[in-house]
């Protein structure tokens, strides 16, 4: 599939993704919710995962070096999963290809599909939890929020999350497996 065949299946269903996307964007515009899902988005751009692959050693002892290595392991190769799909796919973000959804915090990259942010915090998310199940009481909504951000902060269509969402979850399962 080419750059255009891409871009006439994302205009297939961007009209149904948008009129969600312009009611999530809508959001932006009430007292402290930007800040709150541009925080929420920050901190997953990295910054507590890469604490807590340093923290759960410190709280669990050496057995959680594993856990911290398949997360390193997994971070990396979604990252270089997302950046071929993203320059290969090319998908405009929903702030810059319509007028109507307002950015909410600056991208970390160009294109939009997939989310990068959702891929890392389910496959996280899931690491974690399979190793210490207390901690899903926390990430699972955490991870739910950092999806909701991306939508709301006009970064990325639903569709990018759930595929990012669906990346990350593959990715977490083939690292458990190894």
């Known amino acids: 599939m080419n750059t255009l065949d891409n871009n006439a299946l994302f205009r297939r269903v961007e009209p149904y993704e948008l009129i969600f996307c312009q009611r999530l964007n809508r959001l932006v515009h009430h007292r402290g919710v930007r800040p709150f899902f541009a925080a929420v988005s920050r901190l997953g751009d990295g910054v507590l995962w890469y604490c807590l692959m340093g923290f759960l050693p410190l709280l669990y002892g050496s057995a959680a070096w594993e ?45 939009s599909f997939p989310s990068g942010h959702t891929l890392h915090a389910v496959s996280f998310t899931l690491l974690i939890v399979a190793y210490y199940p207390v901690w899903a009481w926390v990430l699972i909504p955490f991870t739910a929020m950092v999806a909701l951000s991306r939508v709301i902060l006009g970064l990325h269509y639903p569709t990018d999350v759930l595929a990012g969402g669906a990346m990350g979850a593959l990715l977490a399962l083939i690292a458990l497996r190894f």
């Not at 390193?72 to 810059?96: C, D, M, W």
């Open 67 to 111: 856990l911290s290595l398949r997360m390193a392991l997994t971070g990396a190769a979604g990252v270089a999963l997302y950046k071929v799909l993203k320059t290969r796919l090319i998908r405009s973000r929903p702030f810059e290809a319509h007028s109507e959804i307002v950015l909410g915090t600056a991208p970390l990259d160009r294109y």
